[in-house]
């Protein structure tokens, strides 16, 4: 066992534990602080097999944006301090929820455990030239397909919000 | 990186940026204490010390650890002690990998503008947590617009930092100020404005202080902290300054270039960013503080759009010059 | 965030603060330097005890009523065989409560016997606020910093009490002057003289004023005090004078405002 092997691992479990601890966590702001845990610890995980530029991208814009937005949310809408049962499932709810990841779980498994193999944990350097080469020829279309999708998402949001406006121009 | 340092080495690196990171802010500090008393046309601290109160934060560091820690009852314990510390690390993370000559840093690392970016977009997490822990309505609003700030002043920051890496061709800040030549000064004059005023809302500086905005808010999310904790966030304040004059000189002045730029490369790196830290002390004596919707239509309406045009001209140029 | 105007506004203000920052600072640095104060600072009042008459004005006119006397009367025996004791009012306590004090000023223009003034000294803080109530003795200390006032302003009137003391002896009327005609006519014939005399040049001061027993011997002298009691000198009309040549009589109205 390398000391890769020891931080891989390290990263893995506290990615996990994050993970659980945020969907189990009956404070709601402390499920979404869970949540950079998780992501960070995946960045960690990024950094120890040597994917420096998608670790920081990750550390970026998931735990600098994108939990910095939920927690916007948070604290706009209601943000208890201390347990809340407001947003509780019901059991049947969490049991087909457990099912489904479970059943998600084990096809990932099934599909990444045979191309995994046994040996050390082996650091593949990337360099930044080859990386955006890459991003930016052979997966261009696929980068752009996303942003377009954010682009919709982003179109859609606003016409929610306006739509929203109007009404209550209407009911004022 | 790091895999061919010596343990004596890195411990070493460690302690020079540690020593970098405590004594820096300091002396930004004692500057603010001094540029705002002068141009409020006061002397400002005197005493301690003796000669013209250079000692000052020392004896305030003094006091802060001699007061009372106060937990607010309502607050949520474990986020409201953890806060400070997250707000100030990311900070020291940052500062590591922040160049002054191109053998003088911290730990170079292959895409340490990225570093920098990251780590001060998490360190705005600690301010965020703050706000929410405090179970204090003034710190809430302080903590929600620091969020909206962050989101809405990130992203002219990060084009900015597109704009002088894809002009350098790297992503490392030693081979952006490698790469620097004193024409870039005017070809990325709009990027380094956007940066400039990007870092002094990310740092939440007036004129861009609506999440702290004392006089309203009461220091927003800092409003229950007291004793250390609360000189955990001045020092993240003055560490950003640091931070972003440093980088402001790394990345659009040219670091180390000048006369003798072989042994005193660090000097230049430091001395240009000098002025830019006046600059963000000016800025807090000169401007009062912009209104929450004023704050979102300038990052929205003008530092985005200049961005992306200095995006588009740096690209331009790049192809050009091939 | 209107868009014109916008930007020279900034740059204004960014050369403001440069300008001030150019120019020296106007802090004094107090411990170590005096401040220059201006005159007629208001920084502490300071009480003459000799002019006190327990008279209250000044402890009734008070906002804050942080003004306490206390006093007794005392009883003076008659000076000539057969002659009518007089009684005085002896101040036992003089305090002000400068915890409560506003500096207002109130007491020091209503004290009729100029027994208050305002001292420019400030450096009298204490750590509890009880300390705050000086008594007489410490008032009295802080007379000796009581600065002589500033001259008055070139053409300005003169001050009060020249203006009554150069006024010329009032005519006697003829129902009231003792029925000598040529008192009268001496009176009128000294008027122009006096009044040529320049402002307080060779006027006798008040302490070395001939007394009225002095004067008694001119009748119309007699007759223009009996007629004006209450001067604003205050110097007693009737004949028997106070052992003490330092304390002023009591005004007309003491008697009646005791205290406790």
Redesign the interface.
């Known amino acids: 066992m390398t000391a890769l092997d020891v931080a891989l691992v390290g990263f893995g479990l506290l990615a996990l534990a994050g993970a659980l601890l945020a969907v189990t966590t009956r404070h709601i702001v402390h499920a979404a602080l869970w949540l950079v845990v998780a992501l960070g610890s995946l960045a960690g995980v990024y950094l120890v097999l040597g994917a420096e530029i998608v670790a920081l991208v990750q550390l970026l814009v998931y735990v600098g944006a994108i939990v910095v937005l939920v927690l916007f949310a948070l604290m706009v809408t209601r943000s208890p301090i201390g347990p809340s049962r407001d947003h509780a499932t019901s059991p049947a709810h969490r049991g087909v929820a457990a099912v489904i990841a479970a059943g998600l779980v084990a096809l990932l498994l099934a599909v990444l455990l045979p191309i995994a193999g046994s040996g050390a944990v082996t650091r593949q350097v990337t360099s930044n030239r080859a990386l955006g080469a890459d991003l930016f020829g052979t997966w261009a279309w696929p980068f752009e397909l996303l942003s377009l999708l954010l682009l919709a998402s982003l179109v859609a949001a606003l016409a929610i919000a306006r739509s929203r406006a109007v009404t209550g121009k209407e009911d004022a | 990186m790091g895999a061919a340092m010596s343990v004596w080495e890195v411990v070493l690196r460690s302690v020079a940026v540690l020593a970098a990171f405590l004594v820096l802010p300091l002396l930004v500090g004692f500057m603010e204490h001094k540029v705002m008393a002068h141009m409020q046309a006061r002397l400002g601290p005197m005493y301690a010390g003796g000669f013209h109160g250079w000692a000052q934060l020392i004896a305030d560091a003094a006091k802060f650890v001699q007061k009372d820690d106060l937990l607010p009852t309502a607050a949520d314990k474990g986020v409201f002690r953890l806060a400070p510390s997250l707000a100030l690390i990311p900070y020291l993370v940052a500062l590591a990998v922040v160049p002054l000559s191109p053998s003088i840093v911290g730990a170079d690392a292959p895409a340490s503008a990225v570093v920098v970016l990251a780590a001060t977009a998490v360190g705005v997490l600690g301010g965020l947590m703050a706000g929410w822990a405090s179970a204090n309505k003034y710190s809430l609003l302080g903590g929600l617009r620091s969020a909206a700030q962050l989101i809405a002043y990130e992203l002219p920051m990060v084009l900015a930092v597109a704009s002088v890496a894809l002009a350098a061709g790297t992503l490392s800040l030693t081979g952006i100020a490698t790469e620097w030549r004193p024409w870039w000064l005017l070809w990325q004059l709009p990027a380094a404005f956007v940066f400039l005023a990007g870092g002094c809302a990310e740092i939440q500086r007036p004129p861009f202080d609506m999440p702290l905005a004392d006089s309203e808010i009461v220091f927003g999310p800092y409003t229950e902290y007291s004793g250390l904790r609360f000189a955990l966030f001045l020092l993240a304040e003055y560490a950003g300054i640091v931070l972003m004059s440093l980088l402001m000189s790394v990345m659009f002045l040219g670091a180390w270039h000048g006369p003798w730029s072989g042994p005193l490369g660090w000097l230049w790196t430091i001395l240009k960013a000098v002025p830019i830290a006046f600059l963000f002390l000016w800025f807090r004596n000169s401007w009062p503080r912009l209104r929450e919707d004023q704050l979102q239509r300038f990052a929205w309406l003008v530092l985005v759009p200049l961005a992306l045009v200095q995006l588009l001209i740096t690209a331009v140029g790049v192809v050009m010059m091939r | 965030?209107s868009e014109r105007g916008f930007l020279p506004g900034?740059f204004k203000?960014?050369g403001?603060?440069?300008k001030?920052?150019a120019?020296p600072?106007?802090?004094h640095?107090y411990p170590d330097a005096r401040p220059d104060l201006p005159p007629r600072s208001r920084g502490v009042i300071a009480l003459v005890e000799e002019n006190c008459t327990s008279c209250m004005l000044c402890a009734r006119e008070c906002p804050d009523w942080c003004i306490y006397i206390e006093g007794h009367k005392e009883t003076i025996p008659a000076t000539t065989p057969g002659g009518r004791e007089r009684q005085r009012n002896v101040l036992d306590r003089f305090a002000i409560d400068y915890a409560l004090c506003m500096y207002c000023g109130i007491c020091v223009e209503v004290c009729p016997f100029d027994a208050l003034y305002w001292s420019p000294q400030f450096e009298y803080a204490e750590f509890d606020i009880q300390d705050l109530l000086h008594e007489k003795e410490r008032l009295g200390q802080w007379v000796q910093t009581v600065p002589v006032p500033p001259a008055l302003d070139e053409r300005a009137p003169d001050a009060a009490e020249v203006v009554s003391a150069n006024k010329p002896p009032r005519v006697p009327r003829p129902a009231a002057a003792a029925g000598d005609a040529t008192g009268a006519v001496s009176a009128a014939g000294e008027a122009p003289v006096r009044r040529e005399r320049p402002a307080g040049g060779d006027r006798p001061a008040r302490a070395e004023r001939p007394a009225p027993e002095a004067a008694a011997g001119a009748p119309t002298d007699a007759t223009t005090d009996a007629a004006t009691p209450a001067t604003r000198d205050a110097e007693p009309a009737a004949p028997p004078e106070p052992p003490e040549p330092a304390v002023p009589a009591e005004p007309p109205v003491a008697p009646e405002e005791e205290t406790s």
């Open positions: 965030m900034v203000g960014l403001i603060t440069m001030t920052m120019r600072a106007v802090t640095e």
